[in-house]
């Protein structure tokens, strides 16, 4: 089992920039894939950005060059640096974690990020 918390949320207003931690209860070197998903109100849950133990990462379309994802494996963390933010950005992130090709799947509580126009 894995624990994932998140943390860094906030307001913020458009064109600002935000920086969302995901610490893990493992050492993340044991999970294949990380990734942010979010979740407006209403609306289905979206993948933003993934990263796997190799490093390769994928974007959603909508925030690609805007957003980093990256891991701190010494942490056992994962991190989303948010950039130029707005507001269609606002939702909860949730933090994820794939293990076993997928076969099983973590999720954190989320944190909310609200941005302001």
């Known amino acids: 089992q894995v624990q994932l918390v998140e943390s860094g949320g906030g307001l913020v207003q458009a064109g600002g920039s935000l920086r969302l931690s995901c610490a893990a209860s493992i050492n993340i070197f044991r999970i294949n894939a990380m990734g942010w998903y979010r979740q407006a109100p209403g609306k289905q849950r979206e993948l933003v950005a993934s990263?796997?133990?190799?490093?390769?990462?994928n974007y959603a379309d909508s925030v690609r060059g805007r957003f980093t994802i990256s891991r701190d494996n010494a942490n056992n963390a994962l991190y989303l640096q948010m950039n130029t933010l707005i507001p269609e950005d606002t939702a909860v992130y949730y933090c994820?974690?794939?293990?076993?090709?997928?076969?099983?799947?973590?999720w954190g509580q989320g944190t909310q990020v609200t941005v302001s126009s």
């Open positions: 994820n974690a794939k293990r076993f090709l997928g076969a099983i799947e973590d």
């Open positions: 990263i796997t133990s190799g490093g390769s990462t």
